[in-house]
């Protein structure tokens, strides 16, 4: 059974950084590909950043300008995410998400994601 852990929820402000894990497990092999969605009340899920199987190419939503980076470890049992220069318009609850198979590419929409964490909040205050 697959299952994604998040944690890492914090409260910050305007400015600062804070980072984001997501623990893995029941993969069969490390043939799957993980990102990071985040979600405001109300409102649909939204793709934050995406990285491939490999770990080489990542893909990051167009609000990131730069400011989070996606990353896991070589186990592939921990996906992260840090985020710097933090904005109120930061908050929201995170998700990680994977799917099992290859890709180069990583996909960032949530039809493209089987299994998700229950979510991490992330409270930005100006």
């Known amino acids: 059974q697959v299952t994604l852990v998040e944690s890492g929820r914090g409260s910050v402000q305007t400015g600062g950084s804070l980072r984001l894990s997501c623990a893995i497990s029941?993969?069969?092999?490390?043939?799957?590909?993980m990102a990071w969605f985040r979600q405001f009340p109300g409102k649909s899920r939204e793709g934050v950043g995406s990285?491939?199987?490999?770990?080489?190419?990542?893909e990051y939503a167009d609000f990131v300008e730069g400011r989070f980076t996606i990353s896991q470890d070589n186990a592939k049992n921990n996906l992260y995410l840090f985020m710097d220069k933090l904005k109120p318009e930061d908050t929201a609850k995170y998700y990680c998400?994977?799917?099992?198979?290859?890709?180069?590419?990583?996909?960032?929409?949530?039809?493209?994601?089987?299994?998700w964490g229950r979510g991490t909040q992330v409270t930005v205050s100006s």
């Open positions: 998400a994977a799917r099992e198979g290859y890709v180069v590419d990583p996909p960032l929409k949530g039809d493209d994601f089987d299994y």
């Open positions: 990285i491939s199987t490999s770990g080489t190419n990542r």
């Open positions: 029941g993969f069969p092999s490390r043939r799957f590909y």
